[in-house]
Nanobody, 127 residues
Framework: QVQLVESGGGLVQAGGSLRLSCAASGSILSINTMDWYRQAPGKQRDLVAGSTSGGSTNYADSVKGRFTISRDNAKNTVYLQMNSLKPEDTAVYYC?????????????????????WGQGTQVTVSS
């Protein structure tokens, strides 16, 4: 009922920048959190940056001061601006969105929570 489409990954030299995007679509009533995670080969998936509908943000210590999460609520889209990239930032980046979706007809509509992952986008930083 909810789909996420990520874009913006690629190959960049150390010190460079990339901007990731994640757009949510489907039967969305409301969105709560929009987060970015990353997973390097052989490692667990870790939170990089998170945002709430109220405007709060949080960051992993390793990216503070270099990455910025932002969202366009009208477009149900979250962004991750990544500056001063380092080789250790190399990973597959995933967005994760939570909220409420609806199903059924106008006369018999139901509402349910969702938590959906994006398909992942590769970010590679060369030294």
């Amino acid at each position: 009922q909810v789909q996420l489409v990520e874009s913006g990954g690629g190959l960049v030299q150390a010190g460079g920048s990339l901007r990731l995007s994640c757009a949510a679509s489907g039967s969305i009533l409301s969105i709560n959190t929009m987060d970015w995670y990353r997973q390097a080969p052989g490692k667990q998936r870790d939170l990089v940056a998170g945002s709430t509908s109220g405007g709060s943000t949080n960051y992993a210590d390793s990216v503070k001061g270099r990455f910025t999460i932002s969202r366009d609520n009208a477009k149900n889209t979250v962004y991750l601006q990544m500056n001063s990239l380092k080789p250790e930032d190399t990973a597959v980046y995933y967005c994760y969105v939570t909220g409420t979706y609806y199903s059924g007809t106008n006369n018999a509509r139901t509402y349910s929570p969702f938590g959906t992952w994006g398909q992942g986008t590769q970010v590679t930083v060369s030294s």
